[in-house]
């Protein structure tokens, strides 16, 4: 079983972050767009169980993506298995017309723009993500991927990392769930 152990903090200025990440020996290898398409199940609301179900599509490239509980207080560890399907938007209308015939529903839509950054960082390779989110602004997020039994260090990687480029109060909801309350109002959407 593989676990995303990740950290995102907001950023005033993404410009004046890249200098830093370069200091600390971060590549950027490519810009992306997203679009996630996020479902809920029809018998389990998601936003209770503290689970997702997104349709990501990156150009022409889609990934459907399932992302467990978050397991810490501190980190969003969780459980995540993605499977590319079909590619372009013949796919995404296909696989999404699935869902929503099983009874899923449609929450919201988020786009945002990705720079990719990798690193190594005690010996573990390492994404920085700086997010340009609509209606939401901009994010960074670190992120590593750790085995079951090596969660622990992976979460000691991210954690001296962030120390190390100077991020402090991380943002533990999803833009999903940020889009939602901002949206409703509530936090309780």
């Known amino acids: 079983m593989s676990y995303e ?7 005033n200025d ?11 020996g971060a590549e950027e290898s490519e810009t992306e767009t997203h679009i996630d398409r996020y479902f809920n199940h029809p018998e389990r609301d998601f936003r209770q169980s503290d689970e997702a179900l997104r349709l990501r599509s990156i150009g022409e490239r889609n990934v459907i993506t399932y992302k467990g509980p978050k397991l810490d207080l501190v980190t969003k560890t969780r459980q995540e298995i993605e499977v590319d399907y079909e590619a372009g938007a013949e796919g995404v209308s296909q696989l999404s017309q699935i869902l929503v015939l ?88």
């Open 102 to 189: 099983l009874g899923f529903k449609e929450s919201l839509t988020v786009h945002k723009t990705r720079r990719v950054f990798h690193l190594d960082w005690r010996d573990r390779e390492v994404e920085v993500l700086l997010d340009e989110v609509r209606e939401l602004g901009q994010y960074a997020e670190i992120e590593t991927i750790a085995i079951e039994g090596d969660q622990e260090a992976a979460k000691e990687c991210v954690l001296s990392l962030a120390a190390k480029l100077g991020l402090e109060e991380s943002e533990r909801r999803s833009y999903l769930r940020m889009l939602i309350e901002k949206t409703t109002g509530s936090a309780e959407a």
């Open 5 to 11: 152990v990740e950290m995102k903090f907001p950023l």
């Open 14 to 24: 993404a410009k004046h972050f890249v200098p830093i990440l370069r200091g600390v």
